[in-house]
């Protein structure tokens, strides 16, 4: 059922916010976090981006416990300006988009149980809180959230918010980036997966192209599994300057009359990094129900 974004659930305010209520985190709750805190920053080493670890740095987000907010903000506003903001848990498209654009990022409260710690489909704090506020502290990547932001208040007026979506994905969530070092994540929804960590950098099944901005916005993804393509940018001013430099109205017109790739397809003008062998992706279509 679609959201109302001018109805917001008891006991939230109107721009759905709510208290994070920090010390209502028991033992466990804590426990969780520092658990999975301290298997994805090892695993981490050498296969994020650095960017990512100077984040974690300024934030002082090392040490024990689930983050509060007060003193998260703090760190965070003096290096950016932006804050971290509690919700209920997923939110309409437009107040998601109000938030970034006002240099807010919306994070669920809730902690995941220890039978979902590898794998929940609704986003924890873990995964909003480590997986995407590191990256806040970078001045450019911050830019290229607020850009978003602005970008899908207007694509909301343009009926074009699920081609805009596609750009969040195979970026914010699920992209890669090339340094000079080799490939390295940076995407919240890889960093904060054990498994995806090691599958996105190291596994021989997914494709894995060069950023483009019309290909990536013709490209469905996966909600249910690993991806099966991921895209690689170069570097974080190439992310700024492809959302802060295109007029996307007559993109999205022209997106109107082309038709969607899977998310497997290699195109004629991709700029092929790796051409996956999609084994893992077989594998799973041929295992019984």
Known sequence: MEMDAENPPIGAGADWTIMQGWDAYSEDDHAMWDRLFERQAAMLEGRVVPEFLQGLGILR????????????????????????????????????????????????????????????????????????????????????????????????????????????????????????AGLRLYGAGIVSSNAESHFALEDPSPNRIGFDLRRIMRTRYRIDDFQQSYFVIDSFEQLLAQTTQTDFAPLYADLVALPDYDTDTIAPEDRVLTRGTQAYARQKEEEPL
């Not at 997923?90 to 669920?108: E, S």
């Open 61 to 180: 987000m090392d040490r024990p416990g689930i983050p509060e907010f007060g003193a998260l903000n703090e760190r965070l506003r003096a290096a950016t300006g932006w804050e971290v903001v509690a919700v209920p848990g997923l939110v309409p498209d437009r107040v998601f988009f109000d938030h970034l654009a006002n240099r807010r990022f919306p994070a669920g409260r809730f902690i995941r149980t220890p039978a979902q710690e590898d794998y929940l489909q609704e986003p924890d704090i873990f995964h909003d809180v480590f997986g995407h506020v590191p990256l806040l502290a970078n001045p450019v990547f911050a830019d290229y959230m607020q850009a978003y932001g602005r970008g899908g208040l207007r694509a909301d007026g343009m009926g074009a918010i699920a081609k805009l979506a596609r750009l969040y994905w195979y970026t914010v969530e699920f992209g890669l980036i090339q340094t000079d």
